[in-house]
């Protein structure tokens, strides 16, 4: 199914609420809404909604291809506030849908290691200051 750029942006606003994923920014007219894919094309990640996030046009371009992981902890050095728990639950929905589908055998391995990579933060990080290392 494939929908236009305005369709899938509205799909993942009604999904996910309309805030920046990286930034918790209401959209609006200082704030423009994008969307963008959690696992980058670059990397495998397929074009669909399970695969799509809404971010304001500011974290979308100064992510680029950055691992989402990654990158989320990125957005917490700098002080903004990335959503975790959406971000989880994206990945888990993709890895989901790819299980379902099939195929994506590039992104699986990066999806994976993606979502070790979140667990190994410890659940909920909210309002934590630092963070331990796992041993
Ligand atoms: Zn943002």
Same mark, same amino acid.
């Given at each position: 199914?494939?929908?236009?750029?305005?369709?899938?942006?509205?799909?993942?606003?009604?999904?996910?609420?309309?805030?920046?994923?990286?930034?918790?920014?209401?959209?609006?007219?200082?704030?423009?809404?994008?969307?963008?894919?959690?696992?980058?094309?670059?990397?495998?990640?397929?074009?669909?909604?399970?695969?799509?996030?809404?971010?304001?046009?500011?974290?979308?371009?100064?992510?680029?291809?950055? #691992?989402?992981?990654?990158?989320?902890?990125?957005?917490?050095?700098?002080?903004?506030?990335?959503?975790?728990?959406?971000? #989880?639950?994206?990945?888990?929905?993709?890895?989901?849908?790819?299980?379902?589908?099939?195929?994506?055998?590039?992104?699986?391995?990066?999806?994976?290691?993606?979502?070790?990579?979140?667990?190994?933060?410890?659940?909920?990080? #909210?309002?934590?200051?630092?963070?331990?290392?796992? #041993?």
């Amino acid at each position: 199914m494939a929908l236009d750029r305005a369709a899938r942006l509205r799909a993942a606003v009604e999904r996910d609420g309309p805030t920046c994923v990286w930034c918790g920014r209401a959209f609006g007219a200082q704030v423009g809404p994008t969307t963008e894919h959690v696992v980058p094309r670059v990397k495998g990640g397929p074009s669909w909604l399970e695969n799509e996030v809404a971010a304001c046009r500011r974290c979308n371009s100064a992510r680029g291809h950055v #691992a989402p992981v990654e990158w989320l902890e990125e957005c917490e050095r700098r002080g903004w506030r990335p959503d975790e728990q959406r971000l #989880a639950q994206l990945l888990e929905a993709l890895s989901g849908a790819i299980g379902e589908r099939g195929g994506q055998r590039r992104a699986r391995p990066y999806l994976d290691a993606q979502r070790r990579r979140l667990r190994r933060r410890g659940g909920s990080s #909210a309002g934590q200051v630092g963070r331990d290392r796992p #041993a």
